[in-house]
């Protein structure tokens, strides 16, 4: 079962630009995370955030987190051609490791 | 980090053949591993959980005699698709909690892209 849905599903923009997805999920939550994905390619942990956090930075990543509404973002700034990627939320529900993925974004960062 | 691989990474097979896909940890033990499918273009939608030393926990409407899940020891997980078929092609991914206590910490195989003609 998927846990909620992101957007945009796809998004181009320009080397450069800032890159904003959104995920929104269902249920009560212990922990989000984020993840890219190339094409073809397995899953990398980009970043994760607590129910009790609000924001959280990793370099060019920037993660809110709402949890009145049930829903996150991730910024990436400046972004280059080598973040086009498709990117995954994921909620942790309880201490039993399962993740739950969002529908993803799409992201293309045209040269 | 730890590492997950994943065994093969691509498989072709002709409909109504078992295949064998495995995940192992390579540097730490995992009581735990998950496999997830995702078809092109969507997400990955959680099958099961892979318990070692005891039976899987399937998700809802995954077929537990279609996909045999076996945790025989701490870093090996198999997931064998019996008698495929073309709607099984997919691309399959494992993933493994590290037991350091950390419970948020997962790490995810490569994938194994299964096409079943």
């Known amino acids: 079962s998927q846990q909620g849905e992101e957007d945009p599903q796809a998004l181009s923009i320009q080397e450069g630009e800032n890159a904003t997805m959104n995920c929104s999920y269902k249920t009560s939550i212990n922990n989000l995370q984020w993840y890219r994905q190339n094409s073809g390619r397995g899953l990398v942990h980009l970043i994760l955030i607590r129910s009790n956090e609000r924001e959280k930075h990793s370099g060019r990543l920037r993660v809110t987190l709402d949890t009145s509404k049930k829903s996150s973002s991730l910024l990436i700034t400046a972004s280059r051609a080598a973040d086009t990627a498709s990117y995954f939320c994921a909620t942790q529900m309880d201490s039993s490791y399962k993740l739950i993925f969002g529908s993803g974004t799409r992201l293309l960062v045209r040269p | 980090g730890a590492v997950v691989s994943q065994h093969p990474s691509r498989v072709i097979c002709k409909s109504g053949t078992s295949v064998k896909i495995e995940c192992r940890s390579l540097?730490?033990?995992?009581?735990?591993m998950f496999w997830y499918r995702q078809f092109p273009k969507q997400s990955l939608m959680l099958m099961a959980t892979s318990n070692e030393g005891s039976k899987a926990t399937y998700e809802q409407g995954v077929e537990k005699d279609k996909f045999l899940i076996n945790h025989a020891s701490l870093t090996l997980s198999t997931l064998t698709v019996t008698s495929a078929h073309p709607e099984d092609s997919s691309f399959y991914i494992c993933?493994?909690?590290?037991?350091?206590?950390?419970?948020?910490?997962?790490?995810f195989g490569p994938g194994t892209r299964l096409t079943v003609l």
């Open positions: 993933s493994a909690p590290t037991s350091s206590g950390n419970t948020d910490t997962q790490y």
């Open positions: 540097d730490f033990q995992a009581t735990t």
